[in-house]
Each structure stands twice: as structure tokens, then as C-alpha cells.
């Protein structure tokens, strides 16, 4: 069973880093398409970031480029979301979630994503 385990959320002031991961389990991890989506109370999923199987390469929102990266480390069958600058508005629930899909337009579209984890908190105080 594909399984991913969201971590590393908290509290932090704005102006703050943190860096969550994304374990995974169940799969051939590096031949999937990794995204990194957050929900706000009230609002809809929204997609941060993704990383391509094949090539590495990132895609990211706009309220999140230059401030957010996305890697992976295949030999650790693991995501890594450094967000830096953070501000109060990235204050979410985050979830991993994976693909065996291809189509980078498709990236940040929560459709686009077959398995998912449980999500880890990340609140960011003014």
C-alpha cells in the first residue's frame, strides 16, 4: 500500500523557516510525481509545490516562489518543502501527496494526485 507520512509542521513567527517532509512507503518512489498542497479553514486545497519523477524538476505557486523549495532524495524515499520567509497567509494544514501521472501542467491540481497523507499543521503568528 502507498503510504505518506507528513511531518515537521509548528509554530513559527513570521518572518520564520521550517522544513517539513514527506516519507513514503508502498511504491516505487522515484518514479513519482511528488506535490506538496496546503489547506486553509474554509478554504480550498491548494497546490505549493511539486517535483517531477524523472528530471527533479520543481514547479511552485505564486504566492509561494522565491520563498518555498521542494527536493528529494530518492535513497531516502523522501520530500523535503523549506519554507523560508513564511507569513502569516501560509498558515495551513500541508499534505504530501503522489502520482504515477505525467503532465507538469497538471502539477499543482489536487486531481492530479492518487495518494495522499495525513497532513501536518503549520501555523505562522504575526
Known amino acids: 500500500d502507498v503510504q505518506l507520512q507528513a511531518s515537521g509542521g509548528g509554530l513559527v513567527q513570521a518572518g520564520g523557516s521550517l522544513t517539513l517532509s514527506c516519507a513514503a512507503t508502498?511504491?516505487?518512489?522515484?518514479?513519482?510525481?511528488i506535490g506538496w498542497f496546503r489547506q486553509a479553514p474554509g478554504k480550498e486545497r491548494e497546490g505549493v509545490s511539486a517535483?517531477?519523477?524523472?528530471?527533479?524538476?520543481?514547479y511552485y505557486a505564486d504566492s509561494v516562489k522565491g520563498r518555498f523549495t521542494t527536493s528529494r532524495d530518492n535513497a531516502k524515499n523522501t520530500v523535503y518543502l523549506q519554507m523560508d520567509r513564511l507569513k502569516p497567509e501560509d498558515t495551513a494544514v500541508y499534505y504530501c501527496?503522489?502520482?504515477?501521472?505525467?503532465?507538469?501542467?497538471?502539477?499543482?491540481?489536487?486531481?492530479?494526485?492518487?495518494?495522499w497523507g495525513q497532513g501536518t499543521q503549520v501555523t505562522v503568528s504575526s
Open positions: 508502498g511504491f516505487t518512489f522515484d518514479e513519482y510525481v
Open positions: 501527496a503522489a502520482s504515477y501521472g505525467s503532465g507538469s501542467v497538471f502539477y499543482l491540481n489536487r486531481d492530479f494526485y492518487t495518494d
Open positions: 517535483i517531477d519523477s524523472s528530471d527533479g524538476r520543481t
